[in-house]
């Protein structure tokens, strides 16, 4: 089995940190755009920020007929071994938030 260049067969992130990436760069896309980039479905996605949201990584902020989305950079990462660093270290070593002075 062959994967594609565009579609590989494992990733190191999950669609959970890939649809924080993507609202992280951009703050303003719908989840049709964050579905497309991340190549899952709409449903998934809008699945995916409601529980970004749950877990206080994303707040939702209604703009009229669309959403924007701020992201809480101070937020742990979840799991026991990442545990000790934030989603703001992960974003800004990717380029997608801007480092913080001290």
Same mark, same amino acid.
């Given at each position: 089995?062959t994967? *594609?260049?565009?579609k590989?067969?494992?990733t190191?992130f ?10 992280? &760069?951009?703050?303003?896309? =719908?989840?049709r755009? $964050? &579905?497309?980039?991340?190549g +899952?479905t709409?449903r998934?996605a *809008?699945? +995916?920020?409601t529980?970004?949201?749950? &877990?206080g990584?994303?707040t939702? +902020? %209604?703009?009229g007929?669309?959403?924007?989305y701020? $992201?809480? &950079?101070?937020?742990p990462? =979840?799991?026991?071994?990442e545990?000790?660093?934030? $989603?703001?270290?992960?974003l800004?070593?990717?380029? %997608?938030l801007? %480092?913080? =002075?001290?």
């Amino acid at each position: 089995m062959t994967t *594609q260049p565009d579609k590989p067969g494992w990733t190191f992130f999950t669609n959970h940190g890939h649809v924080l990436v993507c609202l992280a &760069a951009d703050p303003d896309l =719908r989840t049709r755009d $964050v &579905a497309e980039l991340v190549g +899952i479905t709409e449903r998934s996605a *809008q699945s +995916i920020v409601t529980d970004l949201v749950e &877990a206080g990584y994303l707040t939702r +902020i %209604k703009e009229g007929r669309r959403n924007r989305y701020e $992201v809480h &950079a101070d937020t742990p990462l =979840r799991h026991p071994l990442e545990r000790d660093h934030s $989603v703001g270290e992960l974003l800004v070593t990717l380029g %997608k938030l801007p %480092k913080r =002075r001290s």
